[in-house]
């Protein structure tokens, strides 16, 4: 593996040509590669659910209750009799739509007021500081809780509320990354040009500071996907009917010793959705982690 | 007279404390300096690291607030623009920067590099335009303009500096801060670029205030030369006048520590050795900054901040006590 990295032509610093060595480097990348074949699978899942179902997945079929794999039904069937399997596939849709959403808004927020305050420093940087500081003492569970029930359920609200708790990471990581980058003659040189100071900041410090965004978003999807579910779990996610794998792991719960799969199967898809998004996101620190190395060397 | 510089001082503060930060000192860091440029003029500026001549040069295009002191451009008081008629001016004043591999954003084509002025000054209207704009400084520097879409990283030092110094034509400035555009290249491409500046400046009729710790280099393209020690310039005069009689001693000093390429003569001439070292800027010692270290030093250099006066000849001037 550390053979492949230093092959990869480390020279290249994060350019826009460099995309396309990173998504090389990314396959190779052992498991970076099964994070991104697993979130491709929950991709085809998502979107190709209607075709792939065997069912409709809030059909119920009151005769054919907790019953365990059949032909009929693979993964079998749930308290009122719907089709485990296509419930599973459809709740992939509801994983994926809060994880890569609340990651984006989050990602939205706490990157743009890390940029202001690293770049603006003084008071400002002060305050957005002390505001990230007393967001993130909060834990993130129970201002879930809170929200979700001032808000009142719904994936609307769930969204904002783990929009809300995740943007602290991205305006921490934006603003060391432009303590950092501002130094840098280049920004001078964009001042010395006449630039304005949005200028500069999205068009040379956003672009230089990308590298530990683009990993740390990848993690926040796979958090993201956990709070959701155990938001469902507690019932203050996704209303029924609609399938969602954290509700239908807290109803399968209760039974556990009946039909295992039940909440087995969903509770698997969690795991390996969360784990797909910490894969991708390790590996991408590995592959693109030579390449800061290489930009630091050059501004000394 | 283009740029007329008039008592400039830049202060740097001392923080202590991580919490609550107190100022604890100021390094004063350039100290009443002042000098002039005439159009199409190149004036050097020499002396040793930390003495605070890149300070001037990024005081004088306003990329730091002086702490004191005057610089008027083309009849314009700098410290009386807004931040609006500032960014106005800046199309007519650049700087080229001396490390050509930091200077350059890594995220940007050589085309975006240079054309990012032309950007935010909306100096375009049509792509073709922009295009046909950025091949011709490309062009102008020596660069071939199929090489554009590339980034900094496939250049060389010395097709870097070029970028550096296309970005800074781009605007068509009339004055242009070259602040140690050589130091950070191989001798053999010291020249090139040098003698790209001096082309250009002909074309292009560019002033200069030329930043080197080089004299050889300054020699080369100056026309008139500025010699700073400690924030404070020491002497100023016509190139071939300061190089052949220079008055203070430190100037006496560090031309004699230039070697002379032939091994006889160089091992025949005498030494002219300054003693100790450069004094804390924390700490300046008081008269004459450099009296710790001048072999002429006398009682009132001690207690006396000697002041610019002009010498036996005609636009030489020196801050010495003894000298003249």
Redesign the interface.
Known sequence: MAIFQRNTKVKPALCRTGALAVSAALLRHKSAGAGMAIIWMLLVMALFAPWLSPHDPNEQDLYHVLQGPSRAHLLGTDDVGRDLLSRVLYGARISLIVGLLSTLTATVIGVFLGLVAGYKGGLIDGFIMRLTDTVMCIPGLILLLVMAAALGPGIHNIIIAISALGWTVFARITRGQVLMVRELPYVEAARAAGASGWRIMFQHLLPNSMAPLIVASSITVGGAIMLESAAAFLGLGVQPPTPSWGEALRVGYSYLEIVPLFSLAPGLMITLAVLAFNFLGDGLRDVLDPRLRGEGDKIK | MLLQVEDLSVCYPVFKGALLKSKRAEIRAVEQVSFHISAGETLGLVGESGCGKTSVGRSV?R?EEPAGGRVIFAGEDLGALDKHQL??L??QM??V???P???????MTAREVVG??LR??GLFTTRQEYRDRTDHLLEMVGLNPGMAER?P?EFSGGQRQRI?IA?ALS?SPRFIVCDEPVSALDVSIQAQIINLLETLQERLQLTYLFIAHDLAVVRHISDRVAVMYLGRIVEIAGRNALYRSPLHPYTQALLAAVPIPDPVLEAGRKHLVIEGEISDSLNLPMGCRFHPRCPKVEERCREEVPGMRPATERKHWVACHSAG
């Open positions: 295009l990329l960014r106005q800046r199309r650049q700087i920067f001396q490390d591999f930091s200077s350059l954003d890594p995220r990012e002025p935010i000054h980034y990283h550096g970005r605007v």
